[in-house]
T-cell receptor
Framework: GQNIDQPTEMTATEGAIVQINCTYQ??????LFWYQQHAGEAPTFLSY????GLEEKGRFSSFLSRSKGYSYLLLKELQMKDSASYLC???????????FGAGTRLFVKA | DTEVTQTPKHLVMGMTNKKSLKCEQH?????MYWYKQKAKKPPELMFV???????INESVPSRFSPECPNSSLLNLHLHALQPEDSALYLC???????????FGPGTRLTVT
């Protein structure tokens, strides 16, 4: 079967660091994506990992361990505008099919 | 131009109506996708077109009919929908299947 798990909700303080975890079990693996989605809007691409390790992109970093079926998204220097849902998504080996996790709703408070 | 556009933004239709959703991208992407998203749920893949050919149909009911007239356009034809089909319909494109997807703003569909 295919399963992607993320925490449902997280709360963090402006200026802090937050880590959003994602574990997955999928039939085949060809990359893991993180997307940000504000309420009522479309998802926007944040990061992509296909090899183990850390990818850094400004305030956002994403880590992947394929052997553990585990990824995390790290957000630094949190801003109020970072309040959104964060979707972990795994692409199957075939290439076109991407399975989305249910998303983690992040609330950033002052 | 990294934009995917969708029209209309909102659509209300009766169960006997026929309507179409449109999606357009000018990034030269050769893979285009339709997703359905219910409130507080993740996007669910419906269809994938690769080089204007349907490559994935996720067992979507026939009341949804996709069409890819050319490499920039993707349509979703709707007929005899049910109230449970009310959702946000997202179009996305990617350079190819292996790349990140760019999403359009979506069409919020209400079936009455």
């Amino acid at each position: 079967g295919q399963n992607i798990d993320q925490p449902t909700e997280m709360t963090a303080t402006e200026g802090a660091i937050v880590q959003i975890n994602c574990t997955y079990q999928t039939s085949g693996f060809n990359g893991l994506f993180w997307y940000q989605q504000h309420a009522g809007e479309a998802p926007t691409f944040l990061s992509y990992n296909v090899l183990d390790g850390l990818e850094e992109k400004g305030r956002f970093s994403s880590f992947l361990s394929r052997s553990k079926g585990y990824s995390y998204l790290l957000l630094k220097e949190l801003q109020m505008k970072d309040s959104a849902s964060y979707l972990c998504a795994v692409r199957n080996t075939g290439g076109f099919k991407t399975i989305f996790g249910a998303g983690t709703r992040l609330f950033v408070k002052a | 131009d990294t934009e995917v556009t969708q029209t209309p933004k909102h659509l209300v239709m009766g169960m006997t109506n026929k309507k179409s959703l449109k999606c357009e991208q000018h990034m030269g992407h050769r893979a285009m996708y339709w997703y359905k998203q219910k409130a507080k749920k993740p996007p669910e893949l419906m269809f994938v077109y690769s080089y204007e050919k349907l490559s994935i149909n996720e067992s979507v009911p026939s009341r949804f009919s996709p069409e890819c007239p050319n490499s920039s356009l993707l349509n979703l034809h709707l007929h005899a929908l049910q109230p449970e089909d009310s959702a946000l319909y997202l179009c996305a494109s990617s350079s190819f299947g292996v790349d990140e997807q760019y999403f359009g703003p979506g069409t919020r569909l209400t079936v009455t």
